[in-house]
């Protein structure tokens, strides 16, 4: 089916949105019916196209029958509109109260309910970049995602609007993720509770992440788009819950990277393929002029299987006018400052069967109890250790990658990031830069099944 292009929020008012997360019934698999959980009945939801220092009040009234919690991903974002697992949006005559689970849930104190809607505040004073906004609840992050409550926010300024790269239809925001179906359409997901309201985790068998057999970019089941011969701007983002994805294109044809999580790049880099971990995003042009009308050109995950190997596919269908180009210089990328610290976070699994947990440093998730202290304004080294693949996220800060095993990062790894793939029994040097507002913020796996499961962990901005 073609590709779906998300439509783009509209304020209610200068700086101000609205918007609902519902459920919708929609036809995601050809003749079936799926209802979907999503940010204004959509899934992905709806693309804020912001700029940035234009503060931004995003009104999140929620009409599930579950609680949410809202979390731009990659945003500086003062720590009360960060999305906190515990900071929760509750429908109004909903009742809600914290049960089971391995997360201090009875400590209420560690809790704040918001009944109907909750306003988050995004002052956006960032560099130009593709962020994403998805549900963080506590315990329960992973299942929701899955139903659909994710979307695009786009950050432009004017250095990136300066360049003379692809723009309007040729700049496109590709959300990229696995899902699993049943037989009617409806969502597969093996939760331990289906009402996600009361038993969090999933079966035993999927306690390494749930991965789906069908690939959908922007809710469509490996979709085509027409273009054409010319230069695009894809926006990749895997918002999978655990699966990785190696990217090429096929036949023929590679990325020239321009941007990483957290914005431009200083110079472009080609790349045949590109690894991307849950969470991680990639600003890259793919040039289609050298291809003849009527060439289809694939892009596949070399690292799926059967259908999962397939993504999408581009059908260039005529040649036309395209007055972009990739500058050999597209940011002034200042360096990182020196670092006044040095924090090791261990991401493992730790306890029997039956009773195992996803850790770090040996500790399940506990809400209030800090595991460092940076101070504002300042960069630290935190070394990041693995017993699996973790893709680590940290809220807030910013870093660039130093070293993987003590060996240079790979070409992947090159920009301001805020989640980097770490492999098994690796150790993963990144120099964090704490910017912008004091508070609590959150470390964790961004395998969201792992992060269900307590791989996470606060740290206190001071």
């Not at 109004?92 to 309910?113: A, I, K, V």
């Not at 009527?294 to 993504?311: F, I, K, Q, S």
Request: proline share 8%; charged share 25%; hydrophobic share 35%.
């Amino acid at each position: 089916m073609p590709l779906p292009v998300p439509e783009t929020a509209v304020p209610v008012r200068p700086g101000q949105y609205e918007i609902v997360q519902r459920a919708a019934k929609l036809e995601t698999i050809p003749g079936t019916t799926t209802e979907i959980w999503g940010y204004g009945g959509t899934f992905p939801g709806p693309t804020f196209d912001l700029r940035r220092g234009s503060r931004t009040v995003i009104r999140v009234r929620n009409e599930l029958p579950v609680p949410t919690s809202t979390h731009l991903h990659g945003g500086v974002t003062p720590a009360h509109s960060d999305g906190y697992p515990t900071d929760l949006v509750v429908a109004e005559g909903r009742g809600f109260r914290p049960h089971g689970g391995d997360h201090s849930p009875h400590d209420l104190s560690q809790w704040t309910f918001h009944h109907g809607a909750r306003d988050y505040a995004y002052p956006l004073e960032q560099r130009a970049a593709t962020l994403w906004y998805h549900d963080h609840r506590m315990d329960f992050t992973a299942p929701q995602v899955w139903r659909g409550l994710a979307g695009f926010l786009l950050v432009r300024d004017d250095e990136d609007d300066a360049l003379p790269l692809p723009k309007g239809e040729r700049d496109l925001p590709l959300m990229i993720c696995d899902r699993a179906f049943e037989e009617d359409g409806s969502f597969r997901y093996p939760s331990l509770d289906p009402t996600l309201l009361v038993r969090p985790g999933v079966r035993d068998a999927f306690m390494e992440g749930v991965e789906g057999d069908v690939i959908l970019v922007n809710g469509a089941p490996w979709p085509f788009l027409d273009v054409d011969a010319a230069r695009y701007r894809l926006r990749l983002l895997n918002a999978s819950s655990a699966r990785r994805l190696q990217l090429r294109l096929t036949p023929g044809g590679r990325f020239v990277q321009i941007g990483s999580d957290q914005g431009l790049l200083a110079t472009p880099l080609t790349h045949d393929a590109i690894t991307i971990s849950p969470g991680e995003r990639f600003d890259v042009i793919a040039d289609f002029s050298d291809h003849p009308a009527g060439t289809e050109v694939t892009m596949v995950n070399t690292l799926g299987v059967g259908a999962a190997r397939d993504v999408m596919r581009f059908r260039v269908r005529r040649r036309a006018p395209d007055d972009s180009r990739i500058p050999k210089r597209l940011s002034q990328v200042e360096p990182a400052k020196a670092a006044v610290a040095v924090r090791t976070f261990d991401f493992r699994r730790t306890g029997q069967e039956g009773a195992a947990a996803w850790t770090i440093n040996g500790q399940r998730f506990r809400p209030g109890q800090p595991l460092a202290t940076p101070r504002l304004n300042t960069s630290e080294i935190w070394r990041f250790t693995s017993d699996f693949h973790h893709p680590v996220h940290v809220h807030l800060a910013r870093f660039q990658v130093l070293s993987r095993n003590g060996k240079p990062p790979a070409p992947t790894d090159a920009g301001w990031k805020d989640t980097v793939d770490v492999r098994p029994y690796e150790v993963v040097d990144v120099l964090a830069r704490f910017e912008g507002y004091r508070g609590r913020y959150l470390l964790h796996c961004h395998n969201l099944e792992h992060e269900d499961m307590a791989m996470m962990a606060d740290f206190e901005v001071i």
